[in-house]
């Protein structure tokens, strides 16, 4: 798709990554990238976090805390009136890879972007048969044959994937609704507002095992996992909502 694409929306699309110190819910973010679609403002800079960041979240963002040591924290700097003005437009879709996570860290911040398109939940939606073993952004970037020059875990250049990403799922659904792009955004949004179903396990005993199969095979597992999954203090909305659905909670 051209660049040119994007102008034909009626609403405004931005493209947006947080870099944060974990991924708990008291974690807070680091760092914020986003991007107007095809050749609009790009914004990417680093901010102190009220907490250390992690060194497994250093180990894969490659920030650290002296990095941040002299930033202002988020709240504080004088781009969060403006962030928080153009998020929370009407007139704006906040699109991000796994967006409950994002918009989580956002949230704690003081930012609720008024509607959003989560590219992670668009994918599974589209994968019916479950024939794609992973949907992280970076294995979607080499699964899909993305060619792109882009940093991963840098907040900006997973956001030059993120729009790649959008472009991909944004014809299929368009082909799907008959053919109208600003339908198709609508369907985008109403997909990433309703949890996702998991159909392969990507961890563990039963790593690319698929959950339907686990369901029959091994129910114990699968409660074993949901009573997990609920003691969590990371969001596993689509994995609770997945697995009752599998045994009939």
């Known amino acids: 798709l051209q660049n040119t694409v994007w102008y034909t929306f009626t609403m405004k699309l931005i493209f947006l990554d947080t870099e944060t110190t974990g991924n708990e819910s008291k974690d807070r973010l680091c760092q914020l990238a986003y991007k107007e679609a095809g050749d609009g403002e790009k914004f990417s800079e680093l901010f102190k976090p009220p907490l250390p960041i992690a060194i497994e979240s250093s180990a894969v963002c490659h920030i650290?805390?002296?990095m941040v040591a002299d930033k202002p924290a988020f709240v504080d700097s004088p781009h969060f009136a403006s962030v928080k003005k153009l998020l929370e437009d009407d007139n704006v879709?906040?699109?991000?890879?796994?967006?409950?996570?994002?918009l989580g860290m956002l949230e704690r911040e003081g930012i609720v972007p008024s509607q959003h398109i989560c590219t992670l939940r668009v994918a599974r939606y589209l994968d019916r048969d479950g024939?794609?073993?992973?949907y992280n952004l970076q294995y979607l970037r080499y699964y899909l044959g993305i060619e792109i020059e882009a940093t991963a875990h840098d907040a900006l250049g997973d956001v030059m994937v993120l729009e790649e990403i959008f472009a991909r799922l944004l014809k299929k659904?368009?082909?799907e609704v008959g053919g109208n792009e600003d339908d198709a955004l609508k369907k985008m949004i109403e997909v990433s507002s309703l949890p996702s179903l998991i159909n392969v396990i990507t961890f563990g005993k039963y790593n690319g095992r698929k959950v339907a199969d686990?369901?029959?095979e091994d129910p114990g597992y699968l409660n074993w996992l949901l009573t997990e999954k609920r003691?969590?203090?990371?969001?596993?909305?689509d994995w609770i909502f997945t697995l009752e659905k599998y045994l009939k909670k």
Do not use: C, M, Q
């Open 64 to 66: 650290t805390n002296k």
């Open 93 to 102: 879709v906040t699109i991000a890879h796994n967006a409950k996570f994002d």
């Open 131 to 134: 024939v794609i073993p992973r």
């Open 173 to 175: 659904i368009t082909e």
């Open 214 to 216: 686990l369901a029959n």
């Open 231 to 237: 003691k969590s203090d990371s969001d596993e909305e």
